[in-house]
């Protein structure tokens, strides 16, 4: 079995020790260039963890990216997220990106600002590694010039205004990525009706099998059976259908539940243990929540 090593890196003076590069001129905040990075060699498996958000813009990447339940190659324009204390992977086989941005901002440079309290908002951050923003070649350019105004700012002194502009800068980056997921999820139609469609085949599944015993279906359970982390499922959900993951489930769960009120003889504490209630009372309840009827009010009306 192969080993996995573990690099924490706890801070954005660390990061640069690593990577071999110049002290970072302000140690909350760093702009880098993939281009500037030393040769990297990956002898392990190795787990890698930050303390600090990082924004990377790759647009040299020979490498394959995975959308939803399909895999792309893209040589450029491939946007990444990642929250503190996120957890990615890098194989022996890793193959870095040889032009673009890495921006890292530690939590505490924003602690003070609005876009501190807004971070958590950003869906994006809570995407797996897997789920990238691919970029057209306007969008490209757009994130590109706030890349090299933010590298003009930190190549100034720094003043009482600098962490000011810095930030607005940032929280303009954050809303154009906002606004190119949107696109995405609207754009890739074919890719989102496969996902549609994996969606109803997971969900059909369970409720014919055995896995209800196990109890409800979950957002996590669905998340994990498509390879994509829940934050990105649900947000590509809604997009597609103004449904999260877990209204989705529960407009399945009432379906089956309809299907077998109006055509079988069970009870509907019968129904709600098939379906993976754990107490007949919490079927009803989203029962009646979504219907407006009670089960036994719904079984009359096809009597």
Known sequence: METTTTVHIQSISQLHQLLQLPKPRHPMVSLTRFEDFPEIKIEQRTRLLTDFYQVTLKTECPCKIQYGLSIFDFDEGVMSCFAPRQVSFIDKNF????????????????????????????????????EALILSDDEQQAI???FIQLQKELSLPIDNFS????????????TYCDRYYN?????????SNELLSSVEMILNNYFESDQADNGLPSAQF??????????????????????????????????????????TQLSASEIAYQLGFDYPQSFSKLFKTKTRQTPLEFRAGYK
């Open 95 to 130: 193959v870095p990106a040889k032009a673009g941005w890495q921006l890292s901002i530690h939590p505490d440079f924003l602690r003070n600002s609005s876009l501190g309290g807004k971070m958590k908002s950003y869906g994006y951050f809570d995407y797996a590694v897997n």
């Open 222 to 263: 669905l998340a994990e059976e498509l390879h994509l982390s829940s934050k990105y499922l649900s947000d590509c959900l809604k997009q597609l259908t103004g449904s999260t993951t877990q209204q989705l489930i529960h407009e399945k769960l009432i379906d089956r539940a309809k299907e077998r009120l109006s055509t």
């Open 163 to 174: 962490q000011q502009v810095c930030i607005a800068n940032i929280e303009l980056m954050l």
């Open 144 to 146: 590109e010039t706030i």
């Open 183 to 191: 696109r995405q999820f609207i754009t890739r139609k074919t890719v």
